[in-house]
């Protein structure tokens, strides 16, 4: 393995280290670090017909330190990263396999980027980006057969100049305004919407979804419920939740 050590290290940058941790395992030091300090863990692992090169799960492990929740559209986001840096997510784990001690090096490189950009989805938390609740919340209707009834840029005349914005207009004999409210700002002004709403002569139907997980007060949250036709607590099955108020 000494001979094949030395050809792999010409293959990756010389900074790299390897710590033996068993027959044909190595953790490789690779001076890169999660955002709490910790090192990016890999091993390298010889097997037959080449090498798995894998983080051992440690970084979805460090996701589910922030009770990260994977919807819809951060799971495709995953499965883009994973796509795009040619390695596999399996069980949780990262990993790449290679055939040639001189392939390790742009494989590690690969699998170090997909580590960094995984453990970078935290930034779409709910706590760092309150519009993540938002455009899962489009993108599930967006892809649901209700889609090509759906406006995400409608715009309806109120008095004076003002206009009402629904994030999501569903155009039916009687339409219906689906609003988000993912933050206690957002919630008094879907409020207000709501209330717009109710005088206009056209009779709409409103929907509201509540993201109970950004802190909207318990006061926000009733005056919601009580107000619009159809209130919806979380993001999941809004698509098959306001199909059945459609069609009651």
């Known amino acids: 393995m000494t001979s094949e050590l030395d050809e792999i ?10 710590e033996e941790i068993g027959i044909g395992e ?15 863990h890999i091993v390298m692992k010889s097997t037959d017909g080449g090498y798995i090169l894998t983080d051992e799960g440690h970084t979805m ?13 951060r799971l495709r986001l995953l499965e883009g ?15 790449v396999f290679v055939d040639r001690p001189s392939t390790v090096g742009p494989a590690l ?18 706590n760092n980006v309150a519009n993540t609740f938002l455009e899962d ?5 967006k892809e649901s057969h209700l889609g090509n009834r759906c406006d995400f840029k409608k715009k309806i005349p109120v008095s004076e100049g003002n206009t009402l914005e629904p994030d999501i207009y569903i155009e039916l004999d009687r339409p219906v305004l689906v609003f988000g409210a993912y933050n206690s700002e957002r919630a008094k ?60």
């Open 189 to 248: 002004e879907v409020f207000i919407n709501l209330l717009l709403a109710k005088e206009l002569k056209q009779r709409y139907r409103t929907v509201v979804i509540i993201d109970n997980d950004a802190g909207i007060s318990q006061k926000d949250q009733e005056r919601l419920v009580n107000t619009a036709n159809r209130p919806i607590i979380g993001a999941e099955n809004v698509v098959k939740v306001t199909e059945e108020f459609i069609e009651a």
């Open 109 to 126: 490189s690969s699998l170090i980027q997909a580590m960094m950009q995984v453990s970078n989805l935290r930034y779409l938390s709910r």
């Open 26 to 40: 190595y953790l490789v030091h690779t001076d890169t670090y999660y955002d709490d300090g910790d090192e990016f």
């Open 137 to 141: 919340i489009r993108t599930a209707f």
């Open 81 to 95: 990263i994973i796509g795009q840096n040619n390695v596999t997510l399996e069980n949780e784990r990262i990993s």
């Open 9 to 18: 290290r010409k293959s990756i940058c010389a900074g790299y280290d390897f």
């Open 61 to 73: 492990m460090w996701l589910s330190y922030d009770d990260y929740n994977f919807t819809e559209v």
